[in-house]
Nanobody, 114 residues
Framework: QVQLVESGGGLVQSGESLRLSCAASGFTFRNFVMNWYRQAPGKARELVASISPTGVSTSYVDSVKGRFTISRDNAKNTVYLQMNSLKPEDTAMYSC???????WGQGTQVTVSS
């Protein structure tokens, strides 16, 4: 069964950190680009970060550059999003995706209080 399962969200205060995980199964994880997206209430879904199949290349939306780091462990079929210096505007549902396969996880909620 093709599946992505996110974990690691929660409620934190401004300035704190969280590490999100996305465990993949049912496809050859190491062959695919993986993305993290977020969607806040009333806003469009936003691509936050992307990582190449080998992990060598990454990209970020400007608002998280220098604070968030995407990484992957192909031996564990898992992609991560380390989020530091969190701000209230980072509050959203975060989801991972294998975009070329159109596979999405169910999401994990991140809430940052001021």
């Amino acid at each position: 069964q093709v599946q992505l399962v996110e974990s690691g969200g929660g409620l934190v205060q401004s300035g704190e950190s969280l590490r999100l995980s996305c465990a993949a199964s049912g496809f050859t994880f190491r062959n695919f680009v993986m993305n993290w997206y977020r969607q806040a209430p009333g806003k469009a879904r936003e691509l936050v970060a992307s990582i190449s199949p080998t992990g060598v290349s990454t990209s970020y939306v400007d608002s998280v550059k220098g604070r968030f780091t995407i990484s992957r462990d192909n031996a564990k079929n898992t992609v991560y999003l380390q989020m530091n210096s969190l701000k209230p505007e980072d509050t959203a549902m975060y989801s991972c995706s294998a975009p070329t396969l159109n596979i999405w996880g169910q999401g994990t909620q991140v809430t940052v209080s001021s």
